[in-house]
Nanobody
């Protein structure tokens, strides 16, 4: 079955950096689009970045120029490099896969806290 395991979350200071990883298994990774999403307390989950199976990447406006999503198909892994972090980036970050038929799967999430 599809398994997605996020890692790399933690505490960062404003202006700092973190790198999230998403290890995927149970499906043909290279054929799936992959996304990062986040959910802050009291807010709806929002998509942060989506990488198509062809490698095209879309970002939500609020992270453009600061976050970089990438995928390494040989390792069945997706990454999110987060630079210039702001307190408003504090959230649980989720990895998601989207099958060619449109089915979406979610990981368990990893907490990112940006605070001085």
């Amino acid at each position: 079955q599809v398994q997605l395991v996020e890692s790399g979350g933690g505490l960062a200071q404003p202006g700092g950096s973190l790198r999230l990883s998403c290890a995927a298994s149970g499906f043909t990774f290279s054929s799936y689009a992959m996304s990062w999403a986040r959910q802050a307390p009291g807010k709806q989950r929002e998509l942060v970045a989506t990488i198509s199976s062809a490698g095209n990447i879309n970002y939500v406006e609020s992270v453009k120029g600061r976050f970089t999503a990438s995928r390494e198909n040989a390792k069945n892994t997706m990454y999110l490099q987060m630079n210039s972090l702001k307190p408003e980036d504090t959230a649980v970050y989720y990895c998601s896969s989207i099958s060619p038929s449109g089915s979406r799967y979610w990981g368990q999430g990893t907490q990112v806290t940006v605070s001085s």
